[in-house]
């Protein structure tokens, strides 16, 4: 059984009061309720990474907004806070060591679309980063002293051969691997595997890809007339769909390749047009 380090560790240094002080205030401001905060100072390994933050220059913001959300870069963490205090489902320990998993660990991950070869390196950077972050946010609520358990993580997951979805516990496969002895590497690479096949939020109805191919689909945007979507607009004489795009990145499909089979299994949806001509049958019948 995993535990949490004791509760009676003593505190982290505060560095200085003021440092301190402006840290939970902006906390504060950007939605925290009291137990929570309670939680960001009293856990050490927490505070820690938080001052590191701060000493690098990094900034805690908060803007008000209809929904709940956070991003955070090596720069700045910033919170989204609706009026309603309810709302803010983001505006907590969890999040904040997910959003320090992204601005201390795998600096990789903000590197410009430029400095990638092909699109699979540029979406392996950004998988990489999510899953040092998840990873961070696993082991950071994992020694939480106080405030509610965080340490349940469902996510919509994509199979990998099909358009299935599982809800998979992220931090209960992490648990399980730690527990079987798997290195960190191999960790972050099961990580990273799953991230590119999660749906991100705010996607906008009908559009289907997950990170993972919303990912290369952007890098081949910045390809100009070289690029996939350029490619299959050639052909088709009109731009991909949505649901054409995630076939392209899903499968690594070139476009006549994809039209082909379309235009064989009749036209349609072409994500069940594409599993209905596909020998493994159709999952989502």
Partial sequence: MLRRRSRTK?????????????????????GFPPDE?????????????????????????HQTAGFSAANGHPQQILFYVPEDPQQRVHSRYSTLAHELGHALFFPEQWLPMDRFAHAEAYARSRELGEAHAWLNQYELCLLKQGGR?????????????????????VFGEIARMKLAGDSRERILEHLAQLNARMFPSGMGAGNRKTYGQCNRWDYALQQGEQGLPQAFARLA????????????????????????????????????????QDRHGNPLA
Avoid: C, Y
Wanted: net charge negative; glycine share 8%.
């Fill in 149 to 169: 358990s965080e340490l349940f993580f469902p996510l919509r997951i994509e199979n990998a051969d099909d358009f299935g979805v599982q809800v998979r516990d």
């Fill in 237 to 276: 004489g009109r731009p991909a769909s949505t649901d054409e795009q995630k076939l392209l990145t899903k499968f690594g499909l070139q476009p006549q390749e994809l039209l082909e089979h379309l235009a064989e299994a009749g036209g349609g949806d072409p994500l069940h047009a594409w599993m209905q």
């Fill in 37 to 61: 905060l309670q939680a960001v100072r009293q856990t050490p390994d927490m505070w820690q990474q938080l001052l590191q933050f701060q000493a690098r220059g990094g900034r805690l913001a």
């Fill in 10 to 30: 003593p505190l982290a240094p505060m560095a200085d009061n003021t440092t301190g002080q402006q840290l939970l205030q902006a906390l504060q401001l950007a």
